[in-house]
């Protein structure tokens, strides 16, 4: 279910909010909130992420190599790589 959010665009639904918008987490530091604001939209998005307990979902980047930045989120100790900046 995490996965398709993730691959869904915002507004991809007509009439509904459903989607992630992955270019906003990539192009922003995550000390503007925008971590937080991504991991409230999962939670109401997708009813069963909303329903884990506080600190089962965490959102952060990962260095790699000099000029490479991954995205990723732990549910739960279950490991999805959002995407990759360079």
Same mark, same amino acid.
């Given at each position: 279910?995490? %996965? ?16 992630? #918008? /992955?270019?906003?987490? /990539? ?9 937080? !604001?991504? @991991?409230?939209?999962? $939670?109401?998005?997708?009813?069963? !992420? ?5 600190? %089962? @979902?965490? /959102?952060? !980047?990962?260095? $790699?190599?000099?000029? $490479?930045?991954?995205? =990723?989120?732990? @549910? !739960?100790? %279950? =490991?999805? #790589?959002?995407?990759?900046? %360079?």
């Amino acid at each position: 279910m995490v %996965q398709h959010w993730i691959a869904s665009p915002p507004n991809a639904y007509l009439g509904d909010g459903y989607g992630c #918008n /992955l270019a906003e987490l /990539l192009q922003n530091p995550f000390g503007t909130g925008i971590a937080d !604001a991504a @991991i409230a939209k999962l $939670r109401h998005d997708v009813p069963l !992420a909303g329903a884990s307990g506080a600190g %089962q @979902i965490n /959102l952060y !980047a990962q260095e $790699r190599g000099p000029d $490479r930045l991954d995205i =990723v989120i732990n @549910i !739960a100790g %279950q =490991v999805l #790589n959002l995407g990759s900046a %360079q």
